[in-house]
């Protein structure tokens, strides 16, 4: 079984940092594409930064500039280092992951529980 367990979140005020990490656990061969998404109140789920292949980043175009994304391959961990936070990046961040769990079988997505982050005065 494999789980990805995120960490970090909460609430903080307008032009504040914060950060958020999440650890792939379980029995697997390969982690591919491994990122987060978010989904805002009301909104569907969007794509704010993800590794696509090896070290290639891909980012939201609202978010350049002020999110970092990086991985810990060692420890199967992808942490997003967010600034200046405004109010719109208010939203559940989920991780996701595309990972290879045996050798007969495709990758499989998988999903984080998700964890809040609440940006206000």
């Known amino acids: 079984q494999v789980h990805l367990v995120e960490s970090g979140g909460g609430l903080v005020q307008p032009g504040g940092s914060l950060s958020v990490s999440c650890e792939a656990s379980?029995?697997?061969?390969?982690?591919?594409?491994m990122g987060w998404y978010r989904q805002p109140p009301g909104k569907q789920r969007e794509l704010v930064a993800r590794?696509?292949?090896?070290?290639?980043?891909q980012y939201a175009d609202s978010v350049k500039d002020r999110f970092t994304i990086s991985r810990d391959n060692t420890k199967n961990t992808v942490t997003l280092e967010m600034s200046s936070l405004k109010p719109e990046d208010t939203a559940v961040y989920y991780c996701?992951?595309?990972?290879?769990?045996?050798?007969?079988?495709?990758?499989?997505?998988?999903w984080g529980q998700g964890t809040q982050i609440t940006v206000s005065s």
């Open positions: 379980g029995s697997f061969l390969k982690i591919y594409n």
């Open positions: 996701n992951a595309l990972i290879k769990v045996s050798t007969t079988t495709a990758p499989n997505e998988y």
């Open positions: 590794f696509v292949v090896d070290d290639i980043s």
